[in-house]
């Protein structure tokens, strides 16, 4: 009951949205809201200021990315993704800072709706709410203070769906800008680059996929090849319940009997950029860049296509084999992690806690006993990192053991490229660039 009064502020605004009252006013009122949720939650950690916040953002499998420059300094100290730097993160490390005694208080001020700000759609009518853009002052107190932040809100409906930093040169806010401005070649260079940077930004491949299908600020590629690379965003790897990239992928995919896109996993067709697979609902298949079927739904579940062209299939979700691009079963369903690349004719498994060295057939060439638990990542230089019971490992695929990591090994996201990270006081850094 302490804070009825607020929760029944954000029912009435939510209400309001409901009943398709749209009004750019309410989108103002959305941030204000979000500012006094969050004022209380930082001044007193209190979780129903927290459940607020959560329903003013948009929640679920797809939560509101912040991308402003506390989440920017949070996650170059925590050595994070600030792109991938969600709602539920942002604000708990925003109250950790506040109980550490760094930050006092967060207000934000100076309203503004940006009335001129555009964004690539296809065809506004499509979309039952459109963005409206906010811009807002963010003001923190406290040893961490800061009072010149600027972010834009995104705001669809009844949520604010993206935070971004409004001086940042090369953002969403600023390629924004850049489209509003009619300025078509450099906000198509901002949106690429965004769009391959990081795996998350959902609205930076939206708008970038938007300017490949007008010819925005790209006309001089090829319109087969700007169909290609729209092909590819649209069915990237993410659950296609995103409505914008999930209308994407509609139009770029053949339609799937009984199926909808919120319950398919599209994988992005990382096989030379011809096909992906498909799970649905328990079963898995193969698609061309076309959306014809390659290989027609079976019972179980399979990876992403790697770029050597195999998929790690399991049908009945314990056992697990490869699948080659065709659908051809390459290694039997037969063991408990297996990883879908090959080096020198050579395949890497395990089963039953051994490490398995395997040949093109499947034949074992070599089995090391010990206490295998996962082959986590396979890096460029086609070394293994592998979980032994508690101990990380480093195995090639010849089954020598490389290095002996001593729990000193960690796996980096950074611009949407993984990397494994090796560091100790007694040796250099050493940093190994991964395969997907």
């Not at 459940?51 to 100290?77: Q, S």
């Not at 995919?253 to 996993?265: A, H, L, P, Q, Y």
């Not at 032994?388 to 001593?406: H, T």
């Amino acid at each position: 009951m302490k804070h009825l009064i607020f929760s029944l502020a954000l029912l009435l605004i939510q209400t309001v949205w409901c009943s398709e009252s749209y009004g750019q006013h309410t989108a103002i009122d959305i941030v204000k809201s979000y500012n006094t949720n969050l004022r209380g939650f930082i001044s007193d950690g209190d979780v129903d200021y927290l459940d607020n916040i959560d329903r003013l953002l948009r929640g679920g499998d797809v939560k509101c990315v912040i991308n402003n420059r506390m989440a920017k300094e949070f996650a170059k100290e925590k050595k994070w993704n600030a792109m991938t730097m969600h709602s539920d993160t942002y604000h708990n490390e925003l109250m950790n800072r506040h109980d550490d005694g760094q930050i006092e208080s967060v207000e934000l001020s100076d309203y503004e709706l940006l009335t001129d700000y555009q964004e690539p759609r296809i065809k506004m009518s499509d979309f039952k709410y459109p963005t409206i853009f906010v811009a807002a002052r963010m003001s923190v107190s406290g040893k961490q203070h800061s009072d010149n932040m600027r972010d834009l809100f995104f705001v669809q409906g009844p949520h604010i769906v993206m935070i971004d930093d409004m001086d940042a040169q090369e953002s969403l806010s600023k390629a924004l800008e850049y489209y509003s401005e009619k300025n078509y070649t450099d906000a198509f260079r901002i949106f690429r680059n965004l769009a391959y940077s990081s795996r998350n930004s959902r609205m930076a491949q939206y708008y970038y996929c938007v300017m490949l299908i007008k010819g925005q600020g790209c006309k001089d590629i090829p319109k087969k090849v700007r169909d290609l690379e729209t092909a590819w965003f649209a069915l990237s790897g993410y659950k296609a319940s995103d409505t914008d990239l999930s209308d994407l992928a509609t139009k770029f995919s053949m339609s799937i009997k009984g199926s909808t896109f919120d319950s398919i996993w599209l994988y992005r067709p990382s096989y030379k950029g011809r096909r992906t697979t498909v799970n649905n609902q328990g079963k898995y298949g193969i698609m061309d860049q076309n959306g014809k079927m390659v290989l027609d739904f079976r019972e179980g579940l399979c990876s992403p296509l790697s770029p050597d062209g195999y998929a790690t299939v399991s049908a009945d979700k314990k056992r697990w084999g490869l699948m080659d691009s065709d659908g051809h079963q390459v290694i039997p369903f037969d063991y408990d992690n297996i990883v879908p690349y090959i080096v020198d004719d050579k395949y890497m498994a395990i089963k039953d806690k051994q490490l398995y060295i395997l040949s093109s057939t499947g034949v074992p060439l070599r089995i090391i006993k010990g206490d295998f638990i996962e082959i986590r990542a396979v890096t460029e230089d086609n070394l293994a990192l592998v979980f032994n019971g508690n101990l990380k490992q480093i195995y090639d695929f010849d089954g020598n053991l490389i290095e002996d990591c001593d729990g000193n090994v960690y796996l980096n996201y950074t611009n949407g490229d993984l990397d494994l990270h090796h560091y100790n006081e007694n040796k250099p850094y050493r940093k190994f660039s991964v395969k997907w």
